[in-house]
């Protein structure tokens, strides 16, 4: 049948199979997919609004494909939260404001 075996965990459509969803290592993929297009973004060009927009259609929708088929667990929601954070209320020069919400 000229088919290979495979061990587990393996990679099925971009998730890993029989992988442990509570760990970290796991779910290492989908933070270094919002890192990747964080560091793509030039926040300084663009306004608050334009900045808002970004998270809520882009960065919103990439761990949906992850979150069809496992629950996040808490630690890496908060992760991703900080980083959708630190890209919304970064000023011009690098450093953070004062956030309007908590």
């Known amino acids: ?33 919002f890192k990747k297009r964080l560091a793509t973004w030039k926040h300084k060009h663009l306004l608050f609004v334009e900045r808002l927009c970004l998270i809520n259609s882009v960065l919103s929708s990439l761990p949906l494909f992850y979150l069809s088929f496992f629950k996040i667990p808490e630690v890496v929601a908060k992760i991703l939260i900080r980083l959708q954070k630190r890209f919304l209320w970064r000023c011009e020069d690098g450093r953070e404001k004062n956030s309007w919400v908590s």
Do not use: D, Q
């Open 1 to 33: 049948m000229n088919c290979r075996t495979m061990t587990c965990p393996f990679v099925y459509l971009g998730i890993l199979i029989e992988a442990n969803v509570r760990c970290l290592e796991t779910w290492e993929p989908i933070i270094l997919k």
